[in-house]
């Protein structure tokens, strides 16, 4: 089992940045892929981007690509999201995932893939 734990969210002007971390603890963090997605109110949680346990596969939402960049250190537990050129729409709660697997090469999109989650963390970005 892992547990995930966000930091970085707050208030950003429409155009700035933010780096979003992920901390993980527990089992080997190399054994798991991540992912980030998000839930603006009244929205469902929605796919952002996602990261191979190797860190060779990233996949992004249409919305987002571009803009912001997902990495990993496997050797401090921690999966990040670089967000640059932030938008109004870009506001929500951002939540870490992540998924066991045994391939190097596997990043998942879609929500019901992911076993474990964090307690999310509100980026809030004003127009």
């Known amino acids: 089992q892992v547990q995930l734990v966000e930091s970085g969210g707050g208030l950003v002007q429409a155009g700035g940045s933010l780096r979003l971390s992920c901390a993980a603890s527990?089992?080997?963090?190399?054994?798991?892929?991540m992912g980030w997605f998000r839930q603006a109110p009244g929205k469902e949680r929605e796919f952002v981007a996602t990261?191979?346990?190797?860190?060779?596969?990233?996949y992004y939402s249409d919305s987002v690509e571009g803009r912001l960049t997902i990495s990993r250190d496997n050797a401090k537990n921690t999966v990040y999201l670089q967000m640059n050129s932030l938008k109004f729409e870009d506001t929500a709660v951002y939540y870490c995932?992540?998924?066991?697997?045994?391939?190097?090469?596997?990043?998942?999109?879609?929500?019901?893939?992911?076993?474990?989650w964090g307690q999310g963390t509100q980026v809030t970005v004003s127009s």
């Open positions: 527990g089992r080997a963090f190399s054994t798991y892929g």
């Open positions: 995932a992540g998924f066991s697997t045994v391939l190097n090469s596997v990043a998942y999109t879609t929500r019901e893939r992911y076993d474990y």
């Open positions: 990261i191979s346990r190797s860190g060779g596969r990233t």
